[in-house]
């Protein structure tokens, strides 16, 4: 018989709502959910009560960087995924650009295994797309891979796509969602070439959002939704940053659309007035731009625009992020950090606490067709997270789980606090510890 574990006196978010109750989970997975005071269907071998915190979904990050393999001084699966449990993070989809890239069908095997090991949480990968590689995505297990990655006009790594013909065979054939970043390279490089005739060969950090412009990111985005339409190409637009991108998307339920659009924490709690106060600690692509950019993207985590929220979660070693606008390494850690975040914006009327709950739990679920995840439900895997109000707690060094040992949170005081995780229902993380004996599960695709 399996383990049954008793869950009550909590508030449940969930499917929309927010209500008093309680969970059975039984080995793996959900069992029962209960309103009210009510028992259990059989006896429990194991009681917790909730005290009145919130249980969650845990949370579905579609975009992180785990460095691994091959930048693992940075970050690797094992650190990162324990950072993620910390935070009430209980899935993540890497990005390809690793050393070697995951643009072969043997590297992204070669990271499965790898996560299969170190892995404290559920993961999948995504399938880089390059000039040269389209060949490959036809022979890609849709069931195992969550999408393709595709750097349009910008990259790390050198995963640069920049011939139209490899675009239009990409959006074509990929048979697969295609999750963009939309950067346009021409317009980046004028406005490197004007801000060192201004500034010097390394412009401050603050000038970094007129390197990478809104320009820029609305001329590639428009390119990579133009495409989608030609093609009926699944078009997933990785970290919008600009008021004028959110014009080429649909305000619509996530189920009526094919082109979709994330959002990440940096460009929600951010602006380019904090370059004063964070310098490059949270220089990132693409740039935090201004406040009314992060405005409009805040109301349209409520308007049907963005879709999901996301991380981009990208460590890098301090030394990595000396220098300015072109000389700091790009990308910030805040996956552990993420889930706390919007719970504060919540508080502040940013969104409600249900949204939270559909933008970073449900709707990566249901966008990338899931299986058994992503909701509390009985028969879903016990993918949990008990959150607290009114606990608060400082990020200090001593806190921080990700590798590179740093966050820009560094020294705020959160409000809420991630007490218990629970991944396929198991309790990874509880009372600040990690169970490192706990191992995720590749995450399955419902894909026809």
Not at 174 to 182: D, P, S, Y
Not at 316 to 328: P, W
């Amino acid at each position: 018989m399996n383990h049954r574990l008793f869950i009550h006196n909590v508030h449940i978010v969930n499917d929309g709502e927010c209500f008093e109750g309680a969970v059975v989970i039984e080995g793996e997975q959900v069992a029962e959910v209960l309103r009210g005071e009510t028992s259990p269907a059989r006896p429990c071998d194991e009681t917790l009560d909730g005290q009145g915190a919130y249980l969650l979904p845990g949370v579905i990050d579609d975009h992180v960087h785990f460095r691994d393999p091959g930048l693992t001084q940075k970050a690797d699966m094992e650190s990162e995924s324990r950072a993620a449990a910390a935070g009430g993070v209980t899935s993540y989809m890497d990005m390809p650009n690793t050393v070697p890239q995951t643009t072969t069908l043997e590297a992204f095997e070669a990271k499965m295994a790898d996560a299969a090991r170190k892995s404290r949480v559920n993961y999948s990968f995504y399938f880089g797309a390059t000039n040269t590689n389209t060949p490959l995505l036809k022979d890609l297990d849709k069931s195992r891979v969550c999408g393709v990655k595709l750097f349009m006009g910008s990259s790390t790594g050198n995963m640069l796509v920049d011939r139209m013909d490899a675009l239009r065979t990409i959006f074509s054939e990929a048979g697969i969602l295609i999750a963009a970043h939309c950067e346009d390279q021409s317009v980046i490089a004028e406005n490197i070439k004007r801000c060192k005739a201004l500034y010097g060969d390394d412009p401050d950090v603050s000038h970094h959002p007129e390197i990478r412009s809104a320009e820029a990111c609305y001329r590639s985005s428009e390119l990579a939704v133009r495409l989608a339409r030609e093609t009926g190409a699944r078009l997933h637009i990785a970290h919008i940053s600009t008021a004028r991108e959110l014009t080429l998307l649909e305000a619509a339920p996530l189920e009526n659309k094919h082109i979709t659009a994330e959002a990440c924490i940096a460009h929600l709690y951010f602006s380019q007035d904090d370059y004063a106060k964070l310098g490059t600690c949270i220089k990132c692509n693409p740039a935090i731009k201004t406040v009314a950019d992060r405005a409009a993207l805040r109301y349209a985590l409520t308007d049907g625009k963005i879709d999901i929220i996301a991380t981009d979660h990208a460590p890098h070693l301090l030394k990595d992020k000396e220098g300015g606008a072109l000389k700091a390494a790009s990308g910030m850690p805040m996956l552990q950090f993420s889930l706390v975040t919007m719970l504060e914006l919540a508080d502040e009327g940013v969104l409600s606490l249900t949204d939270v709950v559909e933008k970073m739990c449900h709707a990566p679920a249901r966008l990338f067709s899931i299986e058994g995840r992503g909701y509390i439900r009985p028969g879903y895997q016990a993918d949990l997270v008990l959150v607290r109000p009114d606990c608060p707690w400082q990020v200090c060094k001593e806190n921080i789980l990700s590798k590179c040992g740093w966050s820009p949170m560094e020294g705020h005081t959160y409000r809420w606090k991630v007490e218990r995780t629970f991944v396929n229902g198991h309790p990874v993380y509880a009372e600040g510890k990690v169970d490192d004996t706990c191992r995720g599960q590749a995450l399955k695709f419902n894909r026809n």
